[in-house]
């Protein structure tokens, strides 16, 4: 299983950007896709999430300004990102909770995280 993470990059406060994050290999079923961060010195924290059901949730920080979807049909997922903030500068991770093939419980998978600067 492979999570490839792309979109991250340099952009002045206000701007936006768009991380998308593909899911790839012997994948039975996948629950949760999430995005987390971690910025310099900072524990990692959950950006947004959403569910196999269509259900959402952010941090506070974040919300009213990013936005989270899927396409089920590409196991994609995407963080749409809204008037960024010098605070959101981080590396970016993506995580899917999915089930393989021939094995019967469900894990996490991490990308290898995607750089976020937000700098004038």
């Known amino acids: 299983v492979q999570l490839q993470a792309s979109g991250g990059g340099l952009v002045q406060p206000g701007g936006s950007l768009r991380l998308s994050c593909t899911v790839s290999?012997?994948?039975?079923?996948?629950?949760?896709m999430g995005w987390y961060r971690q910025a310099p010195g900072k524990q990692r924290e959950l950006v947004a999430r959403?569910?196999?059901?269509?259900?959402?949730n952010y941090v506070d920080s974040v919300k009213g300004r990013f936005t989270i979807s899927r396409d089920n049909a590409k196991n994609t997922v995407y963080l749409q990102m809204n008037s960024l903030k010098p605070e959101d500068t981080a590396v970016y991770y993506c995580?899917?909770?999915?089930?393989?093939?021939?094995?019967?419980?469900?894990?996490?998978?991490w990308g290898q995280g995607t750089q976020v600067t937000v700098s004038s």
């Open positions: 290999g012997s994948i039975f079923s996948i629950n949760a």
């Open positions: 995580n899917a909770n999915l089930r393989r093939y021939s094995v019967t419980i469900s894990s996490d998978y």
């Open positions: 959403a569910t196999s059901s269509g259900g959402t």
